[in-house]
């Protein structure tokens, strides 16, 4: 189980436990939020950095944070063309779910 130890506007510092520490450009969820950190920096013992790719506030020292085991991923294909997404992937353009393969 990972915690917020920090908050500082969009950074935002993880503590691991010792041998769980996520890859760099991993995407990480936040609990009971609907917000993304990215990983940008390892600090050590078993710390990380990360950027926020939403709104940080109502974050606390503690909040539950969980490493999805990969880098945030954004749909491509023909279903993608002409669609706006944010940079989660996510559309933007009131057009519904991108459908792609």
């Given at each position: 189980?990972a915690?917020?130890?920090?908050?500082?506007?969009?950074?935002?510092?993880?503590?691991?436990?010792?041998?769980?520490?996520?890859?760099?450009y991993?995407a990480?969820?936040?609990?009971?939020?609907?917000?993304?950190?990215?990983?940008?920096?390892?600090?050590?013992?078993?710390k990380?950095?990360?950027?926020?790719?939403?709104?940080?506030?109502?974050?606390?020292?503690?909040?539950?944070?969980?490493?999805?085991?990969?880098?945030?991923?954004?749909?491509?294909?023909?279903?993608?063309?002409?669609?706006?997404?944010?940079?989660?992937?996510?559309?933007?353009?009131?057009?519904?779910?991108?459908?792609?393969?």
């Amino acid at each position: 189980m990972a915690k917020i130890t920090q908050v500082i506007g969009p950074v935002v510092d993880v503590e691991f436990e010792e041998g769980h520490v996520p890859q760099l450009y991993n995407a990480l969820k936040v609990k009971d939020k609907n917000l993304v950190l990215e990983v940008e920096q390892e600090l050590g013992e078993g710390k990380v950095r990360c950027l926020a790719m939403g709104q940080t506030e109502g974050l606390k020292r503690g909040d539950i944070v969980e490493d999805s085991g990969s880098p945030i991923k954004v749909p491509v294909g023909k279903g993608s063309l002409g669609r706006i997404l944010n940079v989660l992937g996510e559309p933007i353009d009131e057009m519904g779910k991108v459908d792609t393969d």
